[in-house]
């Protein structure tokens, strides 16, 4: 996988990436990384990458030039002059593809890339996505903002699945709208506010890189996770057995794996009924509990009140 960045402040990735499983992905081969310097693509001498933005208003807002002309430069003019096509092609301007709704009409920003047909420009890229296959070996932009979906553990298995991926980082009080018409993905981490999205981007980075095929020591390693499941994991324990008064449990040294997997698939189910109950309702309705499962998290529920008593 080929993971670039475009960004203000490329030398924040040095430690994160310089480090652990991200160093040794690089190492092993299974991730090739470049951080991008947003100002290398500006041409005053105070290589300016924001301004005020129109309306008035608080803070500063980053340019669409230098973005554009990265891009261009990272992944080539045609690929933008793609994504430019998509874009009229979604408002119903004609660029020799089949017409297509009008971003009001569908209820989607009109920066929004369109998920359907293969509508190719003369540079060979799709003028919108195409089939999910496809879709995985070419470039994929990414950017994290507010408006974004939600960040999540099927989302990272997403990104790890694609060859390449250019994360654009936004700073200071956001970016120009048009810029986003570059957007195969738009993500948010949560709702609070971060200094860059540098920060962001390493979040995203971390968590699908770690899923890729090799990258974690042991084969099963991002397989038995939190969220992996759609659950919360179970506790762990290493040795000593016993610290300070606390023990392991009995079962994890009894050597009885039915009896281990039992136990940490119903600490798994408590863990989440009762930090993540949203997790619990959402297993349910997709049918990912069984009916020992069932039978177990009937169990947690409290008393109705008044049972102890006899209270009808």
């Known amino acids: 996988m080929l993971i670039e960045t475009l960004s203000t402040f490329p030398h924040m990735y040095d430690s994160v990436m310089g480090e652990s499983m991200m160093k040794r992905a690089q190492e092993k081969g299974i991730l090739e990384f470049r951080a991008h310097d947003l100002r290398d693509w500006t041409h005053d001498r105070h290589r300016t ?101 939600p960040f999540d553990d099927a989302y990272a298995d997403k990104l790890a699945a694609a060859d390449h991926l250019l994360f654009i980082c936004g700073h200071y009080e956001g970016i120009d709208e048009r810029v986003y018409t570059l957007a195969d993905h738009v993500i948010s981490l949560g709702d609070y506010v971060l200094t860059s999205g540098e920060l962001a981007s390493m979040v995203v980075i971390d968590a699908a890189v770690r899923k890729l095929p090799g990258v974690l020591g042991a084969a099963e390693g991002p397989v038995d996770e939190s969220f992996t499941s759609g659950l919360l994991e179970y506790p762990q324990y290493t040795r000593p057995a016993d610290f300070r008064g606390m023990a392991v449990p009995e079962v994890l040294t009894s050597g009885n794996h039915a009896a281990i997997a039992r136990w940490r698939r119903e600490q798994s189910l408590a863990r989440t009924a009762a930090a993540r109950p949203d997790l619990i309702a959402a297993a349910e309705a997709a049918g990912r509990l069984t009916p020992a499962d069932q039978k177990f998290l009937k169990l947690l529920e409290p008393a109705p009140t008044g049972a102890a008593e006899g209270v009808s």
């Open 49 to 149: 990458t924001d301004d005020d933005p129109y309306g008035g208003g608080a803070g500063l807002v980053m340019k669409c030039d230098p973005i554009f002309e990265a891009v261009e430069a990272i992944l080539g003019k045609g690929f933008v002059e793609a994504k430019l096509a998509a874009i009229m092609g979604e408002r119903g301007e004609d660029v020799g593809c089949p017409d297509r709704a009008s971003s009001a009409a569908t209820g989607t920003a009109q920066w929004a890339v369109p998920q359907s047909e293969d509508c190719l420009s003369e540079s060979g890229y799709p003028t919108s996505s195409p089939q999910e296959e496809l879709q995985h070996h070419r470039p994929q932009i990414v950017f994290l903002a507010p408006q974004g979906r």
